[in-house]
Structures are given as structure tokens and as C-alpha cells.
Antibody
């Protein structure tokens, strides 16, 4: 059974970089052609927002509104993928989920439990 | 503003059926049979309940069903139960560069 677990700081200062890691168990990132690897966020009391996705070959897809500040990468040796969002503001405060968008349909069968990141001085 | 439009809230009594709509465009919902639905209880991660318009993952109750007509997808929940009270989100494949778009979410209240 594929499982995902987010990790990273719960508090980030404005203008700094938000960095999160998702550890994958039950599947190998490098050989799992049935999954892409992605990030979704949910501001408190609001809806889901797709942030970006990375394929097993390293191709990235970013939401246009965050593209200039966003980097998603894969560490195959650790079976992890990561999110870096630079120059954060209070608007980036959200629960961040790592997830597995299907390469063809984008349906997401597996989600991490989510981690709350607060941007505050 | 979300890419897909859902009603903010719906309600129903136990045992009844309710339908949640999800309206997109000819570039997303209308173009592909790749609509998904997610159920989210407070403080929990979303759970996939419908994929590819009408597919149901293993373990999901057959009280949940999905359909699509043109650029509008629908989630039907029959035989409402108290445990169905949650937020529901639709999503669709959109483009190769923006593969995932979500609806704004619908809060289901079981009266």
C-alpha cells in the first residue's frame, strides 16, 4: 500500500522559503509509471489548490500563479520529492498535502495526511 | 476563483439522495472523461470517491455515483447517512501544462 508523509517546518517567516519533503513508502518513485508526484494546498477554511506535479522522469508542471516562486524536485535515492516555495507571504499559509496525481487522468488516489505551514514573523 | 464551479452547500435528510454539480468548460470537464470527486471530513485529507467520471475506487460505497453531461459533472449520493456530512470537491484534467483543476468545494449537510 502506497503511503505518503509530509515533513518540514510548521512556521516560516515572510519573504523566506517554504521547504517541504514527502517521503514515499510502498512504491519506488523511480519505477512507478502509474504515478506522478504532486503538491496540493488548502488555506484555512478554503478549498483545494493544485500547486504542481513532477513526473518520474523529472518533468515538472506548475500552477501559473506560483510558477515564478516554485520548485518541485525528486530525490530517488531517498524515495522522496520536495517542494520549495520562495518569497512567501501570509497568503501562503495553508495545509500542504503531497499526493499522487495519475499521469493520464490526474485523479489522486493517495494523499499524505497534510502539514500546516504558517507564514508569520 | 476556482476553475470549476460547485454550489457552496447542499443538504438532505437521511435516506434521501442529493446531487452536487461541477461546471467547467469545453477545455476541461467537457473535453475529457477525467473528472474526479473527493470527500473531505474536517481535519482530514481528501479521499478519492469517484475517478474518470464514474469509476469507484475499491472500498467506496456504491451509494456514491458520478456522471457527466457536456461541461457539467455530477456526484449523486443516495441513501444519505450522517457520515456523508463532509466537504466534496470535484477536479478535472485540464491541459498538459495545468493537469489538475479543482472546484471550490461543496459542504454537504445531512439534516
Amino acid at each position: 500500500q502506497l503511503q505518503l508523509q509530509e515533513s518540514g517546518p510548521g512556521l516560516v517567516k515572510p519573504s523566506e522559503t517554504l521547504s517541504l519533503t514527502c517521503t514515499v513508502s510502498g512504491a519506488s518513485i523511480s519505477s512507478s509509471s502509474n504515478h506522478y508526484w504532486g503538491w496540493i494546498r488548502q488555506p484555512p477554511g478554503k478549498g483545494l489548490e493544485w500547486i504542481g506535479t513532477i513526473s518520474y522522469s523529472g518533468t515538472t508542471y506548475y500552477t501559473p500563479s506560483l510558477k515564478s516562486r516554485l520548485t518541485i524536485s525528486i530525490d530517488m535515492s531517498r524515495n522522496q520529492f520536495s517542494l520549495n516555495l520562495s518569497s512567501v507571504t501570509a497568503a501562503d499559509t495553508a495545509v500542504y498535502y503531497c499526493a499522487t496525481p495519475n499521469p493520464y487522468s490526474s485523479s489522486i488516489h493517495y494523499w499524505g495526511q497534510g502539514t500546516l505551514v504558517t507564514v508569520s514573523a | 476563483q476556482s476553475a470549476l464551479t460547485q454550489p457552496a452547500s447542499v443538504s438532505g435528510s437521511p435516506g434521501q439522495s442529493t446531487i452536487i454539480s461541477c461546471t467547467g468548460t469545453s477545455s476541461d470537464v467537457g473535453a475529457y472523461n477525467y473528472v474526479s470527486w473527493y470527500q473531505q471530513h474536517p481535519g482530514k485529507a481528501p479521499k478519492l470517491i469517484i475517478y474518470d467520471v464514474s469509476g469507484r475506487p475499491s472500498g467506496v460505497s456504491n451509494r456514491f455515483s458520478g456522471s457527466k453531461s457536456g461541461s457539467t459533472a455530477s456526484l449523486t449520493i443516495s441513501g444519505l447517512q450522517a457520515e456523508d456530512e463532509a466537504d466534496y470537491y470535484c477536479s478535472s484534467y485540464a491541459t498538459s501544462s495545468t493537469p489538475v483543476v479543482f472546484g471550490g468545494g461543496t459542504k454537504l449537510t445531512v439534516l
